[in-house]
């Protein structure tokens, strides 16, 4: 069992999360009134039946069910869940727990945020990607007019606890989605961390979740230094400036992908501008070419969406003065932050992927 200190909260890593969960309730019982368990279909029937066989307060709980998906994670669903809320009785004593992934986890961070003007809430990542992203930073949100975390909040929970055996139900599509953020974070900070993700074997939840840990403490090491993304933060967003724009581009255009195939891409695009920019050594931009290209498909951009693509990074949140921001590697394990390139560079890279990767 691993307890990782964050600014103000701490994440327990550990197969036996109950155990954990119970002392967090047992110890503050007299302040929590009541217990509200938000899950989606997939979270209820793989962790819940495991947790309320050893967590008596959860059998007491209210479960709030809704639907999964990305497309869910919106201001309508939320009025219910605040709605749901009030006649259920909760008061600013309740305690509201988020089992789930990572929709759960920032829609229900969003609401718990907000109900009232702010209930304690606790969050129970189910997904790979909600373990080793989503679990450290405090940026809960929804989607708006179908631009990403467009509306949210910096807010941390009370408690996280990461069960590592979680992930075993997880499809190979939904594992790799969340492992292409466990790959950013051996490009970013660790070059050691690196070479141990890629012997990982990618087809066992069992070997990825080893892995599960450290890069819960990269990541959180990361953003202590710079809670709210005023600098080093910025690392984290390697790939992202063009993976954000892909996603955008294929979610538009009816054939979405899932958040880490998006980034996987554009890490791979933002390897090639970290070559131009930061002088990534060129052996480093075919070893990350190579690696990402072996486990992900290739998805074909034809020309007219490369120029929209592009457009589409103007859009970025990390953006300002009208320039592309980029965070790039000078070399594996080292990222620099606040750099820029050309439009005409930045369409180079979508074409490096789309010449090199097929
Ligand atoms: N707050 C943050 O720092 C942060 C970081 C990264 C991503 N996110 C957000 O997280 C979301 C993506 O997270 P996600 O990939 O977890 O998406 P998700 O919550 O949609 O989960 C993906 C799918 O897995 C299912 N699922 C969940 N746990 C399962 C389990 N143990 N076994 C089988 N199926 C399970 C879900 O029902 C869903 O169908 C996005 O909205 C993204 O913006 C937030």
Known sequence: MAKIKTSDYTIAVSKDIASEINTFIETRRERFSRLFILVDENSLKCCYPQLVAEIPAFEDA????IESGEENKNIEVCAQLWVTLDELGADRQALFVNLGGGVIGDMGGFVASTFKRGIAFINIPTTLL????????????????????LVGVFNNPKAVFVNPDFIATLDNRQLLSGFAEVIKHGLIADPGYWQKIKKTNTSSPESISKLIETSIRIKNKIVSEDPFEKSIRKALNFGHTVGHAIESHFLESGQPLLHGEAIAMGMVCEAWLSNKITGLPDESLREITTYISSLYPYHVIEKPAVEHITELMFHDKKNTNGKLNFSLLSEIGKCEINQTASTDLAREALNYYINTVR
């Open 62 to 65: 209210e479960i709030i069910e």
């Open 130 to 149: 909600a373990q080793v992203d989503a679990s450290v930073g405090g940026k809960v949100g929804i989607d708006l007019n179908h631009v990403k975390n």
